[in-house]
C-alpha cells in the first residue's frame, strides 16, 4: 500500500518505488541508489529518492498509528467492520486521528457531566421534536448540578455540541471548506507602527489562504511573534458552516429557534477553534516546505558553484580598523603565508599595503585575489587591482581579483573544525584562509560550514530546525556526491558527506593517508580500520584516484563494473589507458552488446560515457562578474546604468544581485523576463553572473532596484511579463497578475550578514518596488 500511494504521487510505476525501498531499507544510500542501480529502480533520480524516503517514513508512521488505534478500539469493545475500514483507508494523520477522537481518553468534559446527569434524552428529544418548546421539555429534567429549566438547557447543548466537535467527517469537511474559503488577515498593533516597519505591507492585509505564498505567511508569523502584528484567521459566511453542521445531523433549524442558536453556539465556539488551529498549523507546514524547497535550491547552486581550480591564491578578508586579513594559499589548498595590511582609515597605509601583497605575490606566485565581500571590500578590491597593475608593470603575470561572497567565514574561523586544521594561527586569519579556499573550490571549503550559515536561506530561523537539517544535509550529500572526492586531497568534512562514510570512517580515511601515504588504488580502501564492505560499495564509486595504478579509479566507473570495461577493451583491442578519451571508439560501441543480467543497458551507458569524459565535473565554467569602475556605494548609482553583478540570493519574490556597491539590489520576478515567470529559479541561480539596468535608488534607505530586462526605462510603467497561452496562472511564491507581495531577506553587505524585510509587489516595476520596501 505505501509504494502504491507514493508511485501515484509521483507518477512512477510501483515496482519502481518497491524496489527503491528495499534498497533503502537495506542500507544504501541515495546517491549510490541513484548513480549505480538505475537498473533496479528504473531509473528514479535522487531527487525522486529523497522523496520515497521522506514519504515513507510519513507513511509508515501513519500505519504504526492506525494499529495502535485499532488495538485501543477494539479493547473498548467498539470497533465495528465500517470503522476498521474508515481507519485501515486513511491516507492522513489528520483523518485518522478524526476518526478516533470520540474513543480517545480525554478529560471529563461539560458534556460527560451532562450525560452523567441524564440529559441525554433531552438533548434527543429537542433534535427529534423541534416543533415541541424547549422549556416544556427540559423542566423534566431538572436536576442536581442542573437546577433550572435554563441549565437543563445549556446541558442539552453541550451534548449537542459534543456530537458536532466528535464527529469526523463533519470535522473534516469543516476544516476543509475554512481552508478553501477563508483568509488571512493581519492589522497593527496600536503604537508599534514605527518599531514594525518592515511589516508595513500588512498593517491592513488580507487574502486567502489558498493564495499565501510560503514567504509571505512566514513574515505574518513573524510579525505576530514580533508583537507587531494582529493575525485574524476569516473562516467567511458562518450561515455556510451552520448549513453544513445542521445538514450532517438533520437538524431544523429553521423551525427550532433552540436547535439554530446551538448550532451557531458549536460553530463559534468550537469547531471554528479548532478548524483555525488545523488551518493555521496547515499554512506553516505550506510555508515550511517553500521556504526549505527555496534554501535547498540555492544551497544547491552554491556549492555546485563554477571553482576556480588549482591555481595560487591569496586571500583577502577585508576591514577597516582591524585591517585587511590575508593568507596566501598554494594550488592545492596549503597555506604558504599569512599577514594583516592596513590601507584603510584609520591607519591609511595604501602604500605599504600594496607593496607587501605585491611581494606575496611575486613571492608566490598568485594567480587570484579573492576578496571578501564584507566591510570594505570594494576598497580592498581596487587596493587588489593596484596589487595586480603593479605586479603587471614589473614584468609579472597579472593575478586577477575576484570578489568573493564570505557568508559563514567568521563562523569557520571560530569553529572546531579550523582550529584542528590551524591550531596556532590566529581566529581572524583563518577566515582569509576560507574566502581563498572557496574561491578555489567552493563545494569543499563550504561543507566545513553549517549550511544555515551559508547565507543562502529565507526566514531560516522560522522553520522547523530539525527538518531544515535534514534537507540541507540530504542537498549536501547529493552535491558531493554529484561531484566526486579527492581520496588523497580531501579533508574530514568532505569525506564525510561521500556516501557511506561516516565520521568515523572519514577519520580513519585520513589517518591511514597520513601515516601510509597516499593511496595507489581504490582497493587500499579495504585496509582502512572499521571499512568493511558496505562502505566500501556505498563510497568507492565516489572517491577519485588521480595518477593510480589503475586508470579507472579517477573516473566515476564503480569497482564492481571494472569486469564491463574489461569485456570492452577486449572487443576494441584497446587498452584502457588508450580506450579513455577516445570518442571516436566509445560513440561506435552498443551500450546492449556488453551488458549481462549483473550490469544493464542504463549501466553500461553511464560506464561508456564516464570513459569519453572520466571524472569529468558537472559544475560550470567559472566566470566571475566585473564590477563598474567608479560605481562604490549606492549613492554612485543612477537609474539607466548597466552593471554586471552576482546573484547573492533567490526568493520566491525574487533574486538579489551584489553589484558592488555594498548593498544588493533586487530584481522583482516581474522584471526577469519578457514572459511570466512563475519561479525566479527558472531565470536565475545563486552565485550567476548576469547583467542588469539599474531602474530605482534610494540612497537613504540603501535600497536598490534592478531590471533583467535592459530595455525596461527608469520611471516608465514597466512592461507586464507576457503569460504563454494555457500557461500557469499562479505559481510558486503565489503571483498573481504578473506581481507578487513579497517578503525577503536584504544583504546589507557587511561581513555577509541578513536582514529579513517584509515587501511586495503588484502592477508595475515601481510599485513592485515600493511594495518590497524600496520606495517612500
Not at 547552486?301 to 591569496?314: E, H, M, N, Y
Not at 585587511?324 to 584603510?344: E, R, S
Request: charged fraction near 30%; include cysteine.
Amino acid at each position: 500500500m505505501i509504494s502504491a500511494t507514493i508511485a501515484r504521487e509521483l507518477g512512477v510505476r510501483e515496482d519502481q518505488v518497491a524496489a527503491a525501498l528495499k534498497l533503502l531499507d537495506e542500507g544504501n544510500t541515495v546517491p549510490f541508489i541513484a548513480r549505480y542501480r538505475k537498473e533496479v529502480t528504473g531509473g528514479l533520480d535522487d531527487t525522486q529518492l529523497r522523496t520515497i524516503e521522506e514519504r515513507s517514513t510519513y507513511l509508515r508512521e501513519l500505519e504504526d498509528r492506525k494499529q495502535v488505534i485499532l488495538a485501543a478500539i477494539e479493547e473498548q469493545g467498539k470497533l465495528t467492520d465500517n470503522l476498521r475500514a474508515l481507519i485501515e483507508a486513511c491516507e492522513t494523520k489528520a483523518r485518522l486521528e478524526d476518526l478516533y477522537l470520540p474513543f480517545k481518553k480525554r478529560r471529563k468534559t461539560k458534556a460527560d457531566i451532562a450525560r452523567e446527569a441524564g440529559l441525554e434524552p433531552l438533548t434527543q428529544a429537542l433534535v427529534d421534536d423541534p416543533s415541541a418548546s424547549p422549556e416544556e421539555l427540559a423542566a423534566a429534567y431538572v436536576t442536581e448540578g442542573f437546577e433550572d429549566v435554563k441549565k437543563a438547557l445549556d446541558g442539552a447543548r453541550t451534548i449537542l455540541i459534543d456530537r458536532f466537535s466528535l464527529d469526523a467527517d463533519l470535522v473534516g469537511e469543516v476544516r476543509e471548506q475554512m481552508y478553501t474559503r477563508g483568509t488571512m488577515g493581519a492589522s497593527v498593533i496600536e503604537g508599534k507602527e514605527a518599531e514594525g516597519a518592515k511589516f508595513k505591507d500588512y498593517f491592513s492585509f488580507s487574502e486567502p489562504f489558498t493564495t499565501l505564498p510560503s514567504h509571505r505567511i512566514l513574515a505574518l508569523l513573524r510579525g505576530e511573534k514580533e508583537g507587531v502584528l494582529h493575525l485574524n484567521l476569516d473562516a467567511g459566511d458562518d450561515a455556510l458552516y451552520e448549513g453544513l453542521i445542521a445538514d450532517r445531523f438533520d437538524l431544523d433549524t429553521k423551525t427550532s429557534r433552540w436547535l439554530a442558536d446551538a448550532v451557531h453556539w458549536g460553530w463559534r465556539t468550537k469547531l471554528v477553534i479548532s478548524s483555525g488551529l488545523d488551518v493555521r498549523m496547515r499554512l506553516k507546514e505550506k510555508a515550511e516546505e517553500g521556504a526549505l524547497d527555496i534554501f535547498a535550491t540555492n544551497l544547491r547552486d552554491v556549492l555546485l558553484a563554477a571553482p576556480a581550480g588549482q591555481r595560487a591564491t591569496l586571500g583577502l578578508d577585508p576591514g577597516f580598523r582591524n585591517g585587511v586579513k590575508c593568507a596566501v594559499v598554494d594550488p592545492t589548498g596549503k597555506v604558504l603565508a599569512t599577514t594583516i595590511v592596513y590601507p584603510h582609515q584609520p591607519q591609511n597605509r595604501w602604500d605599504a599595503a600594496k607593496q607587501e601583497l605585491a611581494g606575496l605575490c611575486a613571492t608566490h606566485g598568485v594567480d587570484l585575489l579573492a576578496v571578501g565581500n564584507g566591510t570594505a571590500s570594494r576598497e580592498t578590491e581596487k587596493l587588489g587591482h593596484e596589487v595586480a597593475d603593479l605586479i603587471k608593470a614589473a614584468g609579472g603575470t597579472r593575478p586577477t581579483p575576484v570578489v568573493v561572497s564570505e557568508s559563514g567565514a567568521s563562523v569557520y574561523s571560530a569553529s572546531e573544525i579550523a582550529a584542528q586544521e590551524f591550531p596556532g594561527m590566529d581566529v581572524s586569519l583563518r577566515g582569509a584562509v576560507s574566502i581563498a579556499r572557496r574561491l578555489q573550490d567552493p563545494l569543499a571549503e563550504l561543507v566545513k560550514i553549517d549550511p544555515k550559515a551559508i547565507g543562502v536561506g529565507q526566514y531560516q530561523h522560522d522553520v522547523n530546525q530539525n527538518q531544515l537539517a535534514r534537507t540541507l544535509d540530504a542537498v549536501v550529500e547529493d552535491a558531493v556526491n554529484a561531484v566526486g572526492v579527492d581520496l588523497n586531497t580531501a579533508s574530514v568534512p568532505l569525506l564525510e558527506r561521500v556516501a557511506g562514510v561516516t565520521g568515523t570512517l572519514a577519520k580513519n580515511i585520513v589517518t591511514h593517508r597520513n601515516e601510509n601515504g597516499s593511496f595507489a588504488s581504490r582497493k587500499d580502501l579495504k585496509k582502512v580500520p572499521r571499512l568493511g564492505p558496505k562502505a566500501f560499495e556505498q563510497c568507492a564509486g565516489f572517491l577519485r584516484i588521480t595518477g593510480g595504478t589503475d586508470p579507472l579509479d579517477a573516473s566515476a566507473v564503480h569497482p564492481e563494473s571494472y569486469p564491463v570495461v574489461r569485456r570492452i577493451t577486449e572487443a576494441t583491442g584497446l587498452d584502457v589507458s588508450d580506450l579513455v578519451g577516445n570518442t571516436r571508439v566509445l560513440s561506435g560501441l552498443k551500450p546492449e552488446d556488453f551488458a549481462d543480467e549483473i550490469f544493464g543497458v542504463p549501466t553500461v551507458t553511464d560506464i561508456i560515457a564516464e570513459l569519453d569524459k572520466p571524472g569529468r565535473d558537472p559544475r560550470p565554467e567559472f566566470k566571475t562578474a566585473t564590477f563598474k569602475e567608479g560605481v562604490e556605494k549606492v549613492s554612485d548609482l543612477t537609474p539607466g546604468m548597466i552593471l554586471e553583478g552576482t546573484v547573492t540570493n533567490v526568493a520566491a519574490f525574487g533574486a538579489f544581485v551584489d553589484i558592488g556597491v555594498h548593498q544588493d539590489g533586487l530584481v522583482h520576478v516581474s522584471a526577469m523576463s519578457e514572459k511570466f515567470v512563475s519561479d525566479p529559479h527558472e531565470v536565475v541561480r545563486s552565485g550567476q553572473v548576469v547583467k542588469v539596468k539599474v531602474m530605482e535608488v534610494d540612497v537613504e534607505r540603501q535600497r536598490i532596484g534592478l531590471s533583467l530586462r535592459l530595455n525596461d526605462e527608469p520611471g516608465q510603467p514597466a512592461k507586464k511579463p507576457r503569460r504563454e497561452k494555457g500557461g500557469n496562472n499562479g505559481g510558486r511564491g503565489g503571483q498573481r497578475g504578473g506581481g507578487q507581495r513579497g517578503g525577503g531577506q536584504q544583504r546589507n553587505g557587511q561581513g555577509g550578514r541578513r536582514k529579513a524585510e517584509t515587501g511586495g509587489a503588484a502592477g508595475s516595476m515601481a510599485d513592485a518596488l515600493k511594495r518590497a520596501g524600496f520606495g517612500k
